[in-house]
């Protein structure tokens, strides 16, 4: 049995970055097909941030272009597909899939590996969803890094846990490119980047407020509390933004 995209499958391209149109419970589903097919499989949570640095980076904008999926995980997306007379129907975040994975391998028995972060948080966040979901299968958490070095340590602790899902918290590009390169030969089956998001669960990186979020406010959120990352910010909310409206406007001019 092979994994093949759903013909129905509604996707449209962002600046040259194909983003695919899926509610959460979708990509649950198509999870779930992916780890029924076999074989090695790459999720991509794509931002506002992804599409910009796939502009200059062909290995990145490739390696996106491969995923088996490429989920919505901005509310920019919305936005710029909205620009083009097309839809996204929903956000999939990196921590809303993280938790919703979490809530499904307690009901399905997937197995979950956690790699990435700085020391200790990825334990941390393992025991935050095993407090939130108790009966999911956390099988291993592991800091390490996509430097070559630590490869070996990575390989034997991804191959002693058998993991299903392993969830990359290396930040874009390198967690993406780390899945595409190591994946299959790490017997992955399903290898998602997550970005920040054991930071997130671990308490070192507050979310925006519920409000912020429904608004999509929560670059106005990251700028408070971080305003050293305003160059990111900038890039990812305005640099973005005007370069997604004029693809529309030439879209729409033919």
């Not at 975040?93 to 700085?118: H, M, P, Q, V």
């Not at 408070?224 to 406007?249: K, N």
Request: with cysteine; proline share 4%.
């Amino acid at each position: 049995m092979t994994f093949q995209r759903p013909a129905d499958l509604a996707s449209l391209e962002i600046l040259r970055v194909r983003v695919d149109d899926v509610t959460m419970d979708e990509t649950i589903e198509l999870i779930a097909a992916m780890l029924a097919a076999g074989g090695a499989h790459q999720i991509a949570t794509v931002n506002p941030e992804f599409v910009m640095a796939a502009q200059d980076n062909v290995a990145f904008r490739a390696t996106l272009a491969a995923s088996s999926l490429s989920v919505p995980d901005g509310t920019g997306l919305l936005h710029a597909a909205r620009w083009q007379g097309k839809q996204l129907r929903s956000k999939v975040t990196g921590i809303d899939l993280t938790e919703r994975l979490a809530a499904e391998s307690a009901l399905r028995g997937w197995k979950i590996f956690l790699l990435g972060a700085a020391d200790g948080v990825a334990a941390k966040a393992a025991a935050v969803l095993q407090q939130r979901y108790p009966n999911c299968q956390i099988v291993g958490t592991w800091a390490g890094s996509p430097r070559e070095l630590d490869q070996p340590a990575i390989a034997d602790e991804i191959r002693r846990s058998q993991p299903d899902i392993v969830l990359v918290a290396y930040g874009a590009p390198a967690q993406d490119l780390w899945i595409r390169r190591y994946g299959a030969e790490l017997g992955i089956k399903l290898g998602i980047g997550v970005g920040g998001t054991f930071d997130d669960l671990a308490g070192l990186r507050p979310r925006a407020p519920q409000w912020m979020r429904k608004f999509g406010l929560e670059w106005l959120w990251r700028l408070i509390r971080h305003p050293q990352r305003w160059r990111r910010i900038f890039t990812a909310v305005v640099l973005f933004g005007w370069a997604a409206w004029r693809e529309a406007q030439r879209i729409k001019r033919g």
